[in-house]
């Protein structure tokens, strides 16, 4: 039978062992590398500019095809783009869109141009309906600019507004915006971006309406 002495030694023992491989498992584990934080993730959601009604009466107003738009090589992803030195892109490392911008602008797109009035209907592609006008647009570029202080953020989109029956364009433009921005930070790029895209929308709804009544 073991005497009392031996069991407090044994006791000890496996008390320090255990003690000792915790303090080993706990030095693996601050040795790991540490995950990386999760971005941030912001929109393009700015409300939709007041437009005024184009007034076109419904029966000869034609409807409206919005195409899903394109992105020009660079921007065709969720990173948020900026620009410190000429012709070289960046991207922050902890923030990004919650989409591609082209596909965030699809759906303010169309209801910048459907609250113009100008349509009978304004319809998001892909669909199967018959649109007698279709809106083409390129995002040319999205990108906060560093090189100049405050910084700014620039939008550049390309829009051409085709006759579907004959593929004939009735117009087409380039609209530009450029936003100073209220901080050097992200948050600070996604707020002016987000103000150029009210600004864009605003002229391009103006856009469609006229070229609606050609």
């Known amino acids: 039978m073991m ?8 006791k000890s023992a496996v008390l320090f062992s255990g003690i000792a491989l915790l303090g080993t498992m706990t030095s693996c584990a601050s ?13 393009l959601d700015e409300a939709i500019p007041a437009t005024v009604p184009a007034h076109v009466p419904v029966a000869t107003a034609p409807t ?13 992803t969720r990173n948020i783009v900026y620009v410190r030195n000429p012709h070289e892109f ?3 490392a902890y923030s ?3 989409d591609t911008p082209a596909l965030m602008l699809a759906p303010l797109i169309a209801q910048a141009a459907e609250r113009t009035g100008a349509f009978r209907a304004v319809l998001r592609a892909p669909t199967t309906a018959v649109a007698e006008l279709r809106l083409d647009t390129e995002l040319i570029r999205l990108w906060q600019d560093f ?11 390309h829009a051409a507004l085709v006759e579907t029956a004959t593929r004939r364009v009735v117009a087409w433009r380039e609209f530009d915006a450029s936003v100073p921005s209220a901080s050097e930070d992200p948050y600070g790029g996604v707020v002016a971006a987000n103000e150029a895209v009210r600004q864009v929308l605003a002229e391009l709804a103006a856009f469609c309406a006229k070229g609606a009544t050609r």
């Not at 005497?3 to 044994?10: A, D, F, I, T, V």
């Not at 040795?31 to 929109?43: E, I, R, V, W």
């Not at 700014?152 to 989109?157: I, M, Q, S, Y």
């Open 3 to 10: 005497n009392h002495s031996r069991r407090s030694g044994l």
């Open 31 to 43: 040795l790991l590398p540490k995950p990386p934080p999760t971005p941030a993730q912001f929109a």
């Open 64 to 76: 409206l095809l919005v195409a899903a738009p394109r992105a020009a090589a660079g921007f065709d």
């Open 90 to 92: 960046e991207s922050f």
């Open 96 to 98: 990004q869109w919650v």
């Open 147 to 157: 090189t100049v202080q405050p910084s700014r953020v620039r939008l550049t989109l």
